[in-house]
């Protein structure tokens, strides 16, 4: 008797990733929030009209879940990005209409990243959702949207966290 097998190795390890890793990053800095339990000054502004508390985040994964959605690493966008870089600033730009996410900007001082922000555009016949993120590590974060649905009137969210 012969027995043959066969493993395909891909599918059980990660990819190394082609393009600046937001979902490790971002799930990183979560759990290193999450260890300093700082309070923050958090407003919500919905359609101008603003709500401002100090809080402590339990749950800073899901804090930063739009930034996290927003990872470009993967396999059928591979390819689909322009990466432009000098000493201090990271650029990855898409212009496909089937990817969101249109352009990630990573700015470094010393080989640390100083902010990142994230400019995403969902459209589809019905609807028009255009995101803004950005991130300043134990500074700021803040996370724009506007959203269109045809035949109504438009919304504007805005979350500004700012650390203490």
Same mark, same amino acid.
């Given at each position: 008797?012969?027995?043959?097998?066969?493993?395909? *190795?891909?599918?059980?390890?990660?990819?190394?990733? !082609?393009?600046?890793?937001?979902?490790?990053?971002?799930?990183?800095?979560?759990?290193?929030?999450?260890?300093?339990?700082?309070?923050?000054?958090?407003?919500?502004?919905?359609?101008?009209?603003?709500?401002?508390?100090?809080?402590?985040?339990?749950?800073?994964?899901?804090?930063?879940?739009?930034?996290?959605?927003?990872?470009?690493?993967?396999?059928?966008?591979?390819?689909?990005?322009?990466?432009?870089?000098?000493?201090?600033?990271?650029?990855?730009?898409?212009?496909?209409?089937?990817?969101?996410?249109?352009?990630?900007?990573?700015? *470094?001082?010393?080989?640390?990243?100083?902010?990142?922000?994230?400019?995403?555009?969902?459209?589809?016949?019905? *609807?028009?959702?255009?995101?803004?993120?950005?991130? *300043?590590?134990?500074?700021?974060?803040?996370?724009?949207?506007?959203?269109?649905?045809?035949?109504?009137?438009?919304?504007?969210?805005? !979350?500004?966290?700012?650390?203490?």
């Amino acid at each position: 008797m012969i027995f043959i097998s066969a493993c395909n *190795y891909g599918d059980h390890i990660k990819e190394h990733p !082609v393009y600046f890793d937001l979902e490790t990053y971002f799930k990183q800095e979560a759990v290193r929030l999450a260890k300093k339990n700082q309070p923050i000054d958090k407003t919500v502004i919905i359609n101008g009209k603003a709500e401002q508390k100090k809080l402590i985040i339990n749950n800073w994964e899901q804090e930063f879940n739009s930034f996290i959605d927003a990872d470009i690493n993967k396999a059928s966008w591979k390819g689909s990005f322009i990466f432009t870089k000098s000493d201090q600033l990271e650029i990855y730009t898409s212009n496909s209409k089937k990817i969101p996410v249109k352009k990630i900007e990573i700015a *470094y001082v010393n080989e640390k990243v100083k902010s990142i922000r994230v400019f995403i555009v969902n459209t589809n016949d019905l *609807y028009t959702s255009k995101d803004s993120l950005t991130y *300043y590590p134990d500074s700021l974060y803040e996370i724009k949207k506007t959203q269109k649905i045809k035949l109504m009137d438009g919304k504007q969210y805005q !979350v500004i966290g700012k650390f203490k």
